[in-house]
Structures are given as structure tokens and as C-alpha cells.
């Protein structure tokens, strides 16, 4: 059974940097796009980044700049680098994989498979 197992969550204050990674077991996830969702209490779930199976990636406005996603060639592991984290920025983290098209690369509905999330602190 396929599965996604997020790590790297932490608290941090403000300013500093965190990797989260993604490990995909069950299968590999070469040709399907891969992205990192956040959620924070009492929010609803929105998109960090967006990252396809050629590499091509896309990102929120908040995080352009500040994070980056990458994956392994093997398709299975994600990554999110965070520099700069603001309080803001609190929130579970989750990794999602999905067939889809370009268009839908923000839409949560478009993505098959989810981890359960870490969490990420930011102190001010």
C-alpha cells in the first residue's frame, strides 16, 4: 500500500530554517506531481508548493523566495526547504502526490495520495 510519512517538523523562531521531508513507500511516485500543503488551526488547508515529475515547480506568494521543494530523481522523497520562517508560517505540514494536470497543481482535491503531516512552530 502506498504510502506518505512526512518528517523534519520542529519548532524554530523566527528567522530560521527548517527541512521537511516526505518518504514514499509502496510505490515510487516518479511521474506524479508532488506538492506540500499547510493547515493552520482554525485555517483552512492551503498550497506552499508545487513540484512535477520533470522538475518544474511553482509556489504560493508567501513562499517564493523563502522555500524550496525539490524530489528525488527515485521518486521517492519530497523535500521542503524553509529559510526565513516567520510565525506565520505555524502550521502542519503535509505532503500530497498526485496524476494531475498543471492547472490543478493548488487544487488539494487533485492529489491522490497524503501523508499525515508534521507540525511546524515558529516563535515570535
Known amino acids: 500500500q502506498a504510502q506518505l510519512v512526512e518528517s523534519g517538523g520542529a519548532l524554530v523562531q523566527t528567522g530560521g530554517s527548517l527541512r521537511l521531508s516526505c518518504a514514499a513507500s509502496?510505490?515510487?511516485?516518479?511521474?506524479?506531481?508532488m506538492a506540500w500543503f499547510r493547515q493552520a488551526p482554525g485555517k483552512v488547508r492551503e498550497f506552499v508548493a508545487y513540484i512535477t515529475g520533470l522538475y518544474d515547480t511553482d509556489y504560493a506568494d508567501y513562499a517564493k523566495g523563502r522555500f524550496t521543494i525539490s524530489r528525488d530523481s527515485d521518486g521517492r522523497a519530497v523535500y521542503l526547504q524553509m529559510n526565513a520562517l516567520r510565525p506565520e508560517d505555524t502550521a502542519v505540514y503535509s505532503c500530497?502526490?498526485?496524476?494531475?494536470?498543471?492547472?490543478?497543481?493548488?487544487?488539494?482535491?487533485?492529489?491522490?495520495?497524503w501523508g499525515q503531516g508534521t507540525q511546524v512552530t515558529v516563535s515570535s
Open positions: 509502496g510505490r515510487t511516485f516518479r511521474s506524479y506531481g
Open positions: 500530497a502526490a498526485g496524476l494531475l494536470v498543471w492547472s490543478r497543481r493548488a487544487d488539494a482535491s487533485a492529489y491522490e495520495y
